[in-house]
């Protein structure tokens, strides 16, 4: 393999296994957040029991993405060194906020929060830990409008004596449309992977066959009715953002929509595609089974409107932009799309069966399916969004910068051309072996400390004893004088070592 696909698997593989944690770490900082303020307002144990436990697993997924988010942008500069050169005025700017503003931001306070219990009064400690979750969802935003710059450019011109693109305008790379519709979308899936993995982690230690820790099981209890209205409303929420996501995609990037529908010729009136059949990835050769006009009105609004088709979007990018291929992966861009929606789907089909179980009060049953169920649902939004972002990148090739035909047709790049000139493939070939060995390992070792944490319950991060009778809330570890649990120590400085 030549050195723009090596290039491209080793930013793949370090990009998707950066978002496994992305996500996570964005919900769960506001719904650790939202625990707190729950205990400081009301005094119930059982909120603070959810805010440390939930908090630990917390801390131990934003160490791990940091480790890999670092790694990310270096790539940048050492692989796609032609990319930089393009787009460095512009692309460099959101990225430099993210960091100075929002990371900064959220390490910062949470730094504040993992070591303030004992320090700080209530309020301000429950200030930090929302001034962390801020920063999260801050960043999340930088990074976005980042990536919907090179999905729509705005506010820069082409330089031709340069040949690099020159930013003009902050604001309208911070008001991107293409970011105002992907932004809603991408924290909706965040707090639905947070509630979902709540909601999977307290309803496995409900259903163990020895049951939770009497201390742990109201709290656990309540964590689950949290996360599935929690689940509910981030699942309204993608559903509205994702609909005027895909309506502003049909018109930025019609040959990406058309790809995802395998829609081969222009239609008018086109229905949308269930399931299709044939040579999907080569000649574009189909039989779709579809809800007719669904496309359509999915697209416009309206049942009656001509949707592009592939072959016909391919002919005429060729006479724009010279000869080549300009469709992306059909198979990829189809099934991907469908994988995401699909999994999606499933996460929220596990809230409505949890709340069906939960109904009236009822707990839920020590049953070895409910075990089961409860950890493997936990997986579902995180490849829904892994699937959604395969399906952002990969649709938009063949360019790693796609042109803006209504504004900056000449604000291109192809992926082809973007590739660092002074690296050989034995050099991307070498740190694409060693970066997904040390990934790999860096999984087991995520997935050995959350199972253990996980499997130890709220009652070892914070064991349960009566209080006293004029301390109406329960004070975190080392409050009482004495030193923090082995575990509480070793949460600490995995988060804060790196």
């Known amino acids: 393999m030549n050195v723009v696909t090596l290039s491209r698997w080793q930013f793949g593989i370090t990009t998707v296994y950066h978002f496994l944690m992305v996500p996570l770490t964005i919900g769960l900082s506001l719904v650790v957040a939202w625990f707190q303020t729950r205990w400081y307002r009301t005094g119930d144990e059982a909120y603070l029991r959810l805010t440390k436990?939930?908090?630990?697993?917390?801390?131990?997924?934003?160490?791990?993405?940091?480790?890999?988010?670092?790694?990310?942008?270096?790539?940048?500069?050492?692989?796609?060194?032609t990319y930089s050169r393009f787009v460095g005025d512009v692309f460099g700017a959101p990225l430099a906020m993210e960091a100075l503003v929002a990371f900064f931001l959220e390490s910062t306070f949470l730094g504040l929060w993992i070591f303030g219990w004992d320090r700080l009064s209530p309020r301000l400690h429950?200030?930090?830990?929302?001034?962390?979750?801020?920063?999260?969802?801050?960043?999340?935003?930088?990074?976005?409008?980042?990536?919907?710059?090179?999905?729509?450019?705005?506010?820069?011109?082409?330089?031709?004596?340069?040949?690099?693109?020159?930013?003009t305008s902050i604001g309208a790379v911070l008001t991107n449309p293409t970011t105002l519709a992907?932004?809603?979308?991408?924290?909706?899936?965040?707090?639905?992977?947070?509630?979902?993995?709540?909601?999977g982690v307290s309803a496995y230690l409900l259903s163990r066959a020895e049951g939770a820790h009497p201390a742990d099981a109201p709290a656990l209890h309540r964590a689950v009715r949290v996360s599935i209205a929690l689940t509910f409303v981030a699942g309204?929420?993608?559903a509205v953002s994702g609909h005027f996501q895909t309506r502003l995609m049909f018109e930025q990037q019609p040959m990406k929509m058309a790809a995802a529908e395998a829609l081969c010729d222009t239609e008018t009136g086109p229905g949308l595609s269930l399931f299709a059949i044939g040579n999907v990835?080569?000649?574009?050769?189909?039989?779709?089974?579809?809800?007719?006009?669904?496309?359509?009105?999915?697209?416009?609004?309206?049942?009656?409107?001509t949707i592009p088709g592939v072959k016909d979007?391919?002919?005429?990018y060729q006479e724009q932009f010279g000869p080549g291929d300009y469709r992306p992966n059909l198979v990829i861009a189809y099934w991907g799309f469908r994988a995401m929606i699909l999994?999606?789907?499933?996460?929220?089909?596990?809230?409505?069966?949890?709340?069906?179980?939960?109904?009236?009060?009822?707990?839920?049953?020590?049953?070895?399916?409910?075990?089961?169920?409860?950890?493997?649902?936990?997986?579902?939004?995180f490849l829904a969004n892994t699937f959604g972002w395969v399906f952002t990148e990969m649709g938009r090739q063949p360019w790693v910068v796609a042109p803006n035909p209504q504004g900056l047709p000449e604000v291109r790049l192809f992926t082809a051309d973007a590739a660092s000139g002074a690296v050989s493939s034995g050099m991307v070939l070498t740190t694409l072996l060693g970066f997904t060995a040390i990934y790999g390992a860096l999984m087991v070792v995520e997935l050995l400390l959350l199972?253990?944490?996980?499997?130890?319950?709220?009652?070892?991060?914070?064991?349960?004893?009566?209080?006293?009778?004029?301390?109406?809330r329960p004070e975190g570890p080392g409050d009482d004088g004495t030193a923090s649990t082995t575990d509480d120590r070793e949460a600490d400085v995995l988060a804060f070592a790196y």
Request: charged residues 15%; contains cysteine; aromatic residues 12%.
């Open 53 to 81: 436990f939930f908090g630990k697993l917390f801390l131990i997924n934003f160490a791990m993405g940091v480790v890999t988010g670092i790694v990310q942008e270096f790539q940048f500069g050492m692989n796609w060194a």
């Open 126 to 167: 429950l200030a930090t830990i929302w001034a962390a979750a801020i920063g999260t969802t801050l960043s999340a935003y930088f990074i976005v409008a980042a990536n919907s710059w090179m999905q729509h450019p705005v506010g820069v011109r082409f330089n031709p004596t340069t040949g690099r693109a020159e930013l």
């Open 182 to 199: 992907a932004y809603p979308h991408v924290i909706a899936g965040a707090l639905m992977t947070a509630a979902v993995f709540v909601g």
């Open 236 to 238: 309204v929420a993608i």
């Open 281 to 305: 990835g080569a000649e574009c050769d189909v039989r779709s089974f579809v809800i007719p006009k669904a496309l359509s009105l999915l697209a416009t609004d309206r049942t009656d409107a």
């Open 313 to 316: 979007l391919n002919a005429q």
């Open 343 to 381: 999994f999606g789907a499933v996460a929220s089909f596990g809230a409505v069966v949890a709340w069906w179980l939960t109904r009236k009060g009822r707990h839920l049953p020590r049953a070895r399916w409910v075990r089961i169920t409860s950890i493997a649902v936990i997986a579902t939004p």
């Open 451 to 472: 199972r253990r944490y996980i499997t130890a319950g709220p009652e070892a991060v914070m064991p349960h004893e009566p209080e006293p009778s004029d301390h109406p």
